[in-house]
């Protein structure tokens, strides 16, 4: 009996770590069992190429390496995982929740490519992750949705306030705009929910108005 997988996405900067962590506490006040994941796992020897790619070995510029290329450290990152820490408790019925996915490979990589040939990146994805490798394909998919200037800012303020740099794709403010242009197009294809990170006048969102938007499109499927 197959699990259920829910994956939370969104640009750098977009709050979706926090909004992940709000939902994980929820249930966990509610006693409902789950799994949580995230993705890059930073602390495997699985992420190693990844680590290599986002410090800048392979070049200065997320696009010194290609999508292709770098789609595979992220798909095999995922894969550990799925060997090593939640394959089994997926293939029993159990609810995962993930920060990030197989769809941050959408969001992050079919950007390097023309728009003409998005559609085509986000097929060979779904075949090489789901088909091949054998990934399960997320049940839900909450993008969060947050303007690049907006994004940048609260970066910047994340980074002051715990005296880190950014990566090679968090100081990248072009790359960070053709993300999100990316993930608007992976998510009317591939069916995510669209969650918006600010108001209509472009303000952001309180946190606590997001998490209760998504609990009230998630509670009645969990």
């Known amino acids: 009996m197959s699990g259920k997988v829910i994956v939370f996405e969104g640009t750098d900067g977009s709050g979706k770590s926090t909004q992940f962590r709000l939902l994980c506490q929820r249930l966990e006040a509610e006693g409902r069992p789950f799994q949580k994941l995230v993705f890059p796992q930073y602390q495997e020897p699985s992420s190693a190429l990844i680590q290599m790619y986002l410090r800048g070995e392979f070049g200065a510029c997320p696009g010194d390496v290609n999508a292709y290329a770098a789609s595979a ?25 993930s920060d990030r996915y197989t769809t941050s490979n959408a969001v992050h990589q079919a950007c390097k490519l023309p728009p003409e040939e998005w559609d085509a990146f986000f097929d060979w994805l779904d075949d090489f992750e789901h088909a091949r490798l054998g990934l399960p394909r997320p049940d839900i998919v909450i993008y969060l949705d947050m303007p690049t200037r907006q994004a940048a800012e609260l970066l910047r303020a994340r980074e002051r306030d715990t005296h880190t740099s950014g990566d090679i794709h968090e100081t990248d403010l072009d790359y960070l705009a053709l993300c999100r242009r990316t993930a608007h197009s992976a998510a009317a294809r591939l069916g995510w929910r669209t969650v918006s990170c600010t108001d209509g006048e472009g303000r952001v969102r309180p946190i606590s108005a997001l998490h209760d938007e998504i609990w009230a499109q998630l509670s009645r499927e969990l």
Do not use: S
């Not at 997926?90 to 609810?95: F, I, W």
């Open 73 to 97: 450290f992220y798909a095999v990152d995922r894969y550990a995982a799925w060997k090593k820490v939640w394959g089994a408790w997926y293939q029993t019925g159990g609810l995962v929740l």
